[in-house]
């Protein structure tokens, strides 16, 4: 059974930093790409970054692009959100998600919320 689980959220001022984990667990970590997504308030929930399961290629959000940094550690089966110079319109909940199979449903981890604010 797959489980992905968030931490490392809270409330930070303007231009400060946090760094979310994803832990997961129920799958081969290392054979697939990880993604972390967030769902601000009142709006639709939107993809913040990828990382790539061989070679760690990363993609991000024009928004966050330059400010936060995704990685993993395939031997923790975890991956991480680095997210600095914080912005009030990042505030949102975070979530880590996989695909493991086209056409399969998404997985999703419960969320943690960040709050940008002073």
């Known amino acids: 059974q797959v489980q992905l689980v968030e931490s490392g959220g809270g409330l930070v001022q303007p231009g400060g930093s946090l760094r979310l984990s994803c832990a997961a667990s129920?799958?081969?970590?290392?054979?697939?790409?990880m993604n972390w997504y967030r769902q601000p308030p009142g709006k639709e929930r939107e993809l913040v970054a990828t990382?790539?399961?061989?070679?760690?290629?990363?993609t991000y959000g024009n928004s966050v692009k330059g400010r936060f940094t995704i990685s993993r550690d395939n031997a923790l089966n975890t991956v991480y959100l680095q997210m600095n110079s914080l912005k009030p319109e990042d505030t949102a909940v975070y979530y880590c998600?996989?695909?493991?199979?086209?056409?399969?449903?998404?997985?999703w981890g419960q969320g943690t919320q960040v709050t940008v604010s002073s």
């Open positions: 998600s996989v695909l493991l199979r086209v056409g399969q449903a998404r997985n």
């Open positions: 129920g799958f081969t970590f290392s054979n697939y790409a």
């Open positions: 990382i790539s399961s061989a070679r760690y290629y990363t």
